[in-house]
């Protein structure tokens, strides 16, 4: 009898070791499928963008502008601990032409560091 529950025993554990590694493997397919799809529609979304900024330079000029404004407002005051915004719109007034030259290089940086992210995300997931 001790025998035989033993024998039980080790066919119920080999049982679940069984369907512990068909759930990794169904796991492991399921995280591959689900990480190609986000990368193929991150790909998409990408491109669109590309597109919709070569097909509306002047749009996405001014949507770029806009966003590092902002971005730059939002970031020049935490650096020097203000939060009034009406104090770093004066000063990008003030500074004028090499606001918007610094403001541009930014958002180009930004965009650059973006990309560049979320080409080595998506290579981590090959």
């Known amino acids: 009898m001790a025998t035989s529950a033993s024998a039980t025993a080790t066919e119920a554990l080999s049982q679940q070791e069984s369907e512990f590694t068909r759930l990794g493997e169904r796991a492991k397919k399921t995280m591959e499928s689900t990480t190609q799809s986000l990368k193929n529609q991150g790909e998409d979304a990408w491109k669109e963008v590309v597109d919709y900024m070569r097909q509306n330079p002047g749009k996405s000029l001014g949507i770029a502008v806009a966003t590092g404004v ?24 003030i500074n004028g032409a090499d606001a918007w030259q610094r403001v541009k290089g930014g958002f180009d940086d930004a965009i650059g560091n973006l990309r560049d992210a979320f080409e080595e995300a998506a290579s981590k997931f090959k």
């Open 70 to 93: 902002a971005f730059g407002m939002s970031l020049a005051a935490l650096a020097r601990g203000k939060s009034s915004a009406r104090s770093n719109i004066q000063g990008l007034a």
